[in-house]
């Protein structure tokens, strides 16, 4: 522990009793161990599945809270058992299934549960590699079995998801064998339960079957979680809001309706609403540009939010009024706001600079959408205000909250040396060029809009380790000006990184489009990184998950982002990345209000802040450059620090 953890990770404390003593062997030792603890203590059985009663009992009858690994014990009487005296002793005891919070199975649970109707099929499949036959030798055929094992994962998915839907009836179990035989082990190498499960509703009581199936195959099969939390001191003050923009993020509500994407519900609201149901928000308020809008947006948000999610309060002061048409309405918005409060900006792009100088000015936090600003000079006197005000800026990014590019992340950094290559893609359907035709190829482009996704993984990634110098920028066209739009359709942006520590070269390019054919899913994300000492390939689009249902189109989904199915009738996506990307903003404010933390402490990369983007958008103002002066590359020029861009310059060959 001390190798693997202590030695790790900073601040552990691995102080630890320890039962039996060092000098002897007692089956029994969990006894002793149980007679040190208390009523109210907590008790985590991980131990050989026949031993899993016993112990638990002993626990309980010492008052102790108890969770046991699957499966909780193997019989149906020690079970029931265990519930009474449980129950007697008012003790909670839970059997240990991770699978619950796992967002692709919790999202799946919750979607059958809402869409699906009744039960028909189900095919489940678990393994691992033949050498964890070794590994549980001492007790695989003696007193378990990889049914006990494996199987008691699906089985009990299929519980939690056909609670009050449907109930088992009838098991019948098949197995094959030669394996473990051949390794003198009396047991079987792969185990099926057929399971018939009787609907409850009294329009379909069929018998339906669902097959557990587990194996040990040759080869070895490994599956990794990651989860990351941004666990923040409890705060008394909640928080004011003032949201800047109505559109698609905002609300999900575009021409009058739904928008035609992932995003039906919308973001950045539902979010706020949500975190005023947990206490830690209070007055939210919206600002767009047309009040004409408000009437169709307040119908769109109570169908989609108050009417789908329990305790939602959608009470939100709007701007300009449900009459008027006013540009400038944000002005009057923040002047209904104090130092300390939270703008959230997601309007335009050419927008960006003006409304957040102006929230800033007004003493309010602000957080923008990507990019935070278009021009390098902007974005310095962002900073510069905020340091005379004290408020915290940053640039939503859920990307960094994304486990799977927290993770790629951290992996760059801590194994595979210094930069080579990088390649990124991001796409949208063409119907996004109708979405966006206030501003396509007007004020702004698809590489501000898209390209800023994985150039800011790259900034955040490389802090430290490269710096990017040149920026070269090639685009396509076609559809956009059959449109008569005149907008690039797709843009590359060629970036030359330097290696800060011994001036080697990297290269990375990013390519982002808004005319890809409609798919399984709204957006295309993928990436392909490598370092001197490996590679790393990410496809953000492709989970695992898919999705069909009768009157909707095949989908691949991702629940890490949004979760939108409701639990129980309560809105559930509190662990999705783009949730918690505004809740850990927020939370961050409120501890800037309270003292508990200084604006510079969120340098550290937990957020995107103002301070710690410079160079992503020294690279998208040079790539705009680049494609405006026909390919011409442009360099990036560096302070005295090295670190901070301070001037683009066009390349001089």
């Not at 985590?44 to 909780?72: N, R, S, W």
């Not at 197995?175 to 009294?202: F, P």
């Not at 021009?375 to 900073?383: A, P, Y």
């Amino acid at each position: 522990m001390q190798k693997n953890i202590g030695d790790v990770y900073e601040g552990m404390d691995l102080t630890c009793d320890t039962h039996p003593s060092d000098q002897s062997v007692n089956p029994k030792a969990y006894l002793d161990a149980i007679s040190t603890f208390k009523a109210g203590d907590v008790a985590i059985i991980f131990t050989p599945d026949d031993t899993h009663y016993e112990i638990a009992l002993a626990c309980i009858q010492q008052g102790m809270h108890v969770m046991v690994t699957k499966p909780i014990v193997q019989t149906l009487e020690h079970h029931l058992n265990l519930i009474k005296v449980a129950k007697e002793k008012n003790v909670l005891v839970a059997m240990e299934v991770h699978k619950r919070l796992d967002p692709f199975y919790a999202d799946a649970r919750d979607r059958a549960r809402a869409q699906l109707g009744n039960f028909q099929y189900m095919y489940a499949y678990m393994s691992q590699p033949k050498h964890q036959l070794d590994t549980f030798k001492a007790w695989a055929g003696k007193s378990s079995d990889i049914s006990y094992y494996l199987n008691s994962h699906h089985i009990d998915f299929s519980e939690w998801t056909l609670e009050g839907i449907a109930r088992p009836v009838r098991v019948t179990g098949t197995s094959s064998s030669g394996v473990a035989h051949a390794k003198g082990m009396k047991t079987e190498d792969s185990i099926t339960l057929t399971v018939q499960w009787e609907n409850l509703t009294q329009d379909n009581n069929s018998f339906l079957t669902s097959p557990h199936n587990i194996i040990l195959p040759t080869s070895p099969t490994t599956m990794s979680s990651t989860e990351s939390a941004n666990k923040r001191p409890k705060l008394d003050a909640k928080a004011n809001v003032l949201m800047v923009g109505t559109g698609e993020y905002t609300t999900g509500f575009v021409g009058g309706t739904a928008a035609d994407s992932d995003k039906g519900a919308g973001v950045v609201a539902l979010t706020m609403f949500d975190l005023r149901r947990r206490n830690k928000v209070d007055r939210v308020g919206m600002c767009g540009v047309n009040g004409k809008k408000f009437p169709g947006i307040r119908e769109h948000m109570q169908k989609n939010i108050g009417d789908v999610y329990e305790g939602m309060d959608l009470t939100c002061d709007t701007h300009p009024s449900d009459q008027s048409v006013n540009p400038k309405a944000y002005l009057d918005a923040i002047s209904t706001f104090k130092a300390g409060d939270v703008a959230i900006i997601f309007t335009p792009d050419d927008t960006h600079y003006e409304i957040a100088l102006a929230c800033i000015q007004q003493g309010m936090h602000v957080m923008v959408t990507k990019p935070i600003v278009q021009t390098l000079e902007h974005h310095l006197n962002l900073i510069k205000v905020a340091k005379e005000k004290n408020v915290l800026v940053a640039m939503e990014v859920h990307k960094r909250l994304d486990p799977f590019y927290a993770d790629a992340r951290d992996r760059a950094r801590a194994q595979l040396g210094n930069f080579q290559y990088m390649y990124a893609y991001m796409s949208q359907p063409k119907h996004q060029l109708d979405t966006f035709k206030a501003w396509a190829g007007k004020s702004s482009d698809i590489s501000y809009y898209l390209n800023s996704h994985h150039i800011d993984f790259s900034e955040w990634t490389l802090e430290g380790i490269a710096r990017p110098v040149r920026v070269t920028g090639t685009s396509s066209s076609g559809v956009a000006h059959a449109k008569g739009m005149k907008t690039e359709d797709s843009i590359t942006l060629t970036v030359q990184w330097e290696n800060l520590n011994d001036k080697s070269l990297g290269c990375a390019v990013y390519t982002s489009s808004w005319v890809a054919p409609k798919s399984d899913v709204h957006s295309q994300q993928r990436f392909h990184y490598m370092g001197t000492n490996g590679d790393i390939n990410v496809d953000q689009a492709h989970r695992g998950m898919t999705v069909a249902c009768d009157g909707k189109p095949f989908a691949s989904v991702n629940p890490l982002f949004m979760k939108y199915t409701a639990t129980n009738g309560k809105f559930s996506g509190q662990g999705s990345y783009g949730v918690r990307s505004f809740e850990c903003f927020v939370d961050a404010c409120r501890e800037v209000n309270a003292g508990t933390k200084t604006v510079e402490s969120f340098d550290d990369g937990s957020l995107a802040t103002a301070s710690t983007t410079v160079q992503g958008t020294a690279i998208l103002e040079a790539g705009r450059r680049s494609l405006d002066a026909d390919g011409r590359p442009m360099d990036i020029l560096y302070g005295e620090d090295g670190h901070s861009p301070v001037e683009i310059r066009p390349h001089e060959f």
